[in-house]
């Protein structure tokens, strides 16, 4: 059983297109995040959801709008791509009292 | 505010030979530290984790790690380095905001093991 999963696994697709990355998680966790790893492996977080409520927001263009339709489940929807959005993004989930997070494969978007 | 720092970006050891991933961390409270491994075109696993009980940590994969409050360090150590090993690791400390947790990543250690 795979604990937190995300689709597509890669994803290529050219600039100015509008793409999404779906994720869900069956751990039955609170929250969940989106993570943007960029081409040093740097990881930075960009969103965190709480029970389908919006509760961290780094800072990201607006061209990225996460959705949550329910705990389970947090989307990333990313308008108009910009060669610069290549990464590797990856989704996560935590319980509310708990610390650590556990990881998506993640999903490599090449933008051309 | 939090913040983490690893202090190696690459690291080379042999086969067999003991391994040491450094990681000094900032926090204005008891952290919670953790150490994840991301081998090539693969997700974050996590190797072991350190929530205020024992101060030295055992891992997955043979991994541990001490936590030291005096030197504000968290350094991975293995006894004997396997060709399994090669990958990527991050330390991260927690960062508590807004009533909630978000994890802190340090710039990573790729690890290279030879033969």
């Known amino acids: 059983d795979t604990a937190v999963s995300q689709t597509p696994k890669y994803l290529v697709t050219q600039m100015g297109n509008d793409k999404s990355i779906k994720c869900e998680q069956n751990?039955?966790?609170?929250?969940m995040y989106w993570y943007k790893q960029d081409s040093k492996k740097f990881l930075k977080i960009m969103f965190s959801y709480n029970n389908k409520e919006l509760i961290i927001n780094e800072t990201v263009p607006n061209r990225f709008s996460p959705k949550s339709p329910d705990k389970a489940h947090l989307n990333l929807h990313i308008n108009s791509l910009e060669l610069g959005d290549s990464a590797v993004y990856f989704c996560?989930?935590?319980?509310?009292?708990?610390?650590?997070?556990?990881f998506g494969q993640g999903t490599r978007l090449t933008v051309v | 505010a939090q913040s983490v720092t690893q202090l190696d970006s690459h690291v080379s050891v042999s086969e067999g030979t003991p391994v040491l991933l450094r990681c000094n961390y900032s926090?204005?409270?008891?952290?919670?530290l953790f150490w994840y491994v991301q081998h090539p075109n693969k997700g974050l696993q996590l190797l072991l984790k350190y929530t205020s009980a024992a101060t030295l940590v055992k891992g997955i994969n043979g991994f541990e790690a001490e936590f030291k409050k005096s030197e504000t360090s968290f350094h991975l150590t293995k006894p004997s380095a396997h060709m399994s090993d090669a990958a990527e690791y991050f330390c991260v400390v927690t960062l508590f905001s807004g009533g909630y947790n978000k994890l802190i990543f340090g710039a990573g250690t790729r690890l290279a093991v030879h033969p």
């Open positions: 926090s204005s409270y008891s952290p919670s």
């Open positions: 996560a989930s935590s319980s509310l009292t708990g610390t650590e997070a556990f």
């Open positions: 751990l039955g966790h609170d929250t």
